[in-house]
């Protein structure tokens, strides 16, 4: 129950800060972290499902 909220906290402070800030660079790198962490656990699930099915075809 406390994850939504702590994550919810975080999402505003990034707000905050890009809105303060006001540079476009700063906004693309939080674009681009956002695609790194949301890509990486498909990439491992896509790796793993690679693995077995290697391993059930040998």
């Known amino acids: 129950m406390l994850v939504p909220n702590i994550s919810e906290a975080q999402c505003a402070m990034c707000r905050a800060v890009l809105?303060?800030?006001?540079?476009?660079?700063?906004?693309?790198?939080?674009?681009?972290?956002?695609?790194?962490?949301?890509?990486?656990?498909?990439l491992l699930v896509a790796g793993l499902f690679f693995f077995i099915y290697k391993k059930m075809k040998a």
């Open 19 to 42: 809105e303060s800030e006001g540079s476009e660079a700063a906004a693309k790198g939080i674009n681009n972290g956002i695609v790194y962490l949301m890509a990486v656990p498909y």
